[in-house]
């Protein structure tokens, strides 16, 4: 029963991320950007930590869930805003993951447990809640780099980096400097953490 219902949570998590209008090809096929996200996210936490609990788990496919609801630029584009989209954000990917969670059966102590993670409520002293932080650093170093540094002031790309670097587990930073960086990736990581 628990691996059917943690099975359901996963394919109703995937479905509503699915729904990104928003694509991106790999390998010349179009996924909803959503959708990748969360399974490049599974992907990292089981490389962090490959005997990840349910929770955990549930947290990662559902850290974003329904993210393109509320768009950047429905905030003032400050760093106030910015920061208040993130934090509606939050509880936003929390509250929709627990009504999944909900319907497809899950008690009340997991709910509890998987909207903690997603809020990030333990960060600096909840083991699991580091492991998830250091994933969300390495999808961003892995898949989003380069497009960040597209449109992103090299000045401003380098605080980035800085408070990313910041952010990560010592195990995190060691898979991160094995990634597989561009010349101009590897000097801006360089110039940002040395």
């Known amino acids: 029963m628990n691996g059917m219902r943690f099975s ?17 090809v790999v390998d010349g096929v179009a996924q909803p950007h959503e959708l990748l996200y969360a399974r490049r996210l599974t992907e990292w936490v089981l490389r962090l930590q490959p005997n990840a609990s349910k929770p955990l788990l549930l947290a990662a496919r559902s850290q974003h869930i329904c993210r393109w609801l509320v768009p ?7 760093r106030a805003g910015y920061l208040r989209w993130r934090n509606d954000l939050k509880h936003l990917h929390a509250k929709k993951s627990a009504e999944i969670l909900r319907e497809v059966g899950y008690d009340e102590a997991t709910i509890a447990r998987v909207v903690e993670l997603n809020l990030k409520k333990g960060l600096g002293h909840d083991q699991e809640c580091q492991v998830l932080e250091d994933a969300l650093c390495l999808v961003t170093l892995q ?10 002031d090299p000045d401003k790309m380098v605080g980035i980096l800085r408070k990313t670097w910041k952010k990560m587990s010592d195990v995190a930073r060691a898979h991160a400097l094995a990634l597989p960086f561009t010349e101009a990736e590897s000097a801006l990581l360089e110039q940002a953490v040395g």
């Open 8 to 24: 359901e949570a996963i394919r109703r998590f995937d479905e509503e991320n699915g729904r990104d209008p928003h694509l991106i």
């Open 143 to 152: 898949y989003q780099l380069a497009d960040l540094m597209e449109k992103t």
């Open 72 to 78: 950047r630029s429905s905030y003032e584009m400050t």
